[in-house]
């Protein structure tokens, strides 16, 4: 946001951001704009009240905010607030791993159907989005579900064929016919992973 100060002005509240090259009413804010001002209020509010260190429960913390202010939220709150621990509940992949110096756990089910947590180490072993929300929330096809629905009926068309030359290339016209032609690879291995032979 590159906010700076506020103001007051005819009764508005006014923020001042980017050296005053922007400027925007308090009421006129996103729901994503609001949630964060509203998250920094309060916990400003509390650290002054005493001075000893203190804990701050936060739970979906990305909601309202776009992808770009996902990736900072939480760097920038620890930054302003020093005297506070950020214990955050997520589902985001942007918010898992954006603190290079935390724990970070994912409840999961066991075998035996109970519910354990197992602490992920992202400072030795860095992830992308997509690896996080493939390993650690169990998404492992990030495109849109029509997308998947359309490679699965492809590929199924495909398991019990022999799959020669013209099979593949075949398979590649359909796949290019709907703009997928550039998901070729995970159709292969599909179709050869879904073979009984």
Same mark, same amino acid.
């Not at 920094?40 to 509390?46: D, G, K, L, P, T």
């Not at 203190?54 to 992808?67: A, K, M, R, S």
């Not at 602490?119 to 929330?137: G, H, M, Q, S, W």
């Given at each position: 946001?590159?906010?700076? /100060?506020? *103001?007051?002005?005819?009764?508005?509240?006014?923020?001042?951001?980017?050296?005053?090259?922007?400027? $925007?009413?308090? /009421?006129? #804010?996103?729901?994503?704009?609001?949630?964060?001002?509203?998250?920094?209020?309060?916990?400003?509010?509390?650290?002054?009240?005493?001075?000893?260190?203190?804990?701050?429960?936060?739970? *979906?913390?990305?909601?309202?905010?776009?992808?770009?202010?996902?990736?900072?939220?939480?760097?920038?709150?620890?930054?302003?607030? %020093?005297?506070?621990?950020?214990?955050?509940?997520?589902?985001? %992949?942007?918010?898992? &791993?954006?603190?290079?110096?935390?724990?970070?756990?994912?409840?999961?089910?066991?075998? &035996?159907?109970?519910?354990?947590?197992?602490?992920?180490?992202? *400072?030795?072993? %860095?992830?992308?989005?997509?690896?996080?929300?493939?390993?650690?929330?169990?998404?492992? $096809?990030?495109? %849109?579900?029509?997308? @998947?629905?359309?490679? !699965?009926?492809?590929?199924?068309?495909?398991?019990?064929?022999?799959?020669?030359?013209?099979?593949? @290339?075949?398979?590649?016209? *359909?796949? #290019?016919?709907?703009?997928?032609?550039?998901?070729?690879?995970? #159709?292969?291995?599909?179709?050869?992973?879904? !073979?009984?032979?």
């Amino acid at each position: 946001m590159g906010f700076q /100060e506020f *103001e007051i002005r005819s009764g508005e509240i006014l923020f001042v951001c980017n050296d005053g090259r922007d400027e $925007f009413i308090f /009421e006129t #804010a996103s729901g994503g704009i609001s949630a964060l001002i509203d998250i920094a209020w309060q916990v400003y509010m509390y650290s002054t009240i005493e001075g000893d260190d203190f804990t701050v429960f936060i739970d *979906e913390i990305e909601n309202h905010l776009h992808p770009t202010m996902q990736r900072h939220i939480l760097p920038d709150l620890i930054a302003a607030f %020093p005297r506070a621990r950020f214990i955050v509940a997520t589902h985001n %992949p942007l918010v898992v &791993s954006s603190v290079k110096d935390s724990k970070v756990y994912v409840l999961k089910y066991n075998d &035996s159907g109970n519910v354990e947590s197992e602490r992920l180490d992202f *400072e030795k072993r %860095p992830k992308t989005a997509t690896e996080i929300l493939d390993e650690v929330l169990g998404v492992s $096809f990030t495109m %849109p579900v029509w997308v @998947e629905d359309k490679l !699965r009926s492809i590929v199924e068309s495909y398991v019990h064929k022999t799959m020669d030359k013209n099979d593949f @290339e075949q398979m590649r016209n *359909e796949l #290019a016919e709907v703009g997928l032609e550039r998901l070729m690879t995970y #159709a292969i291995k599909d179709v050869m992973g879904g !073979r009984n032979d």
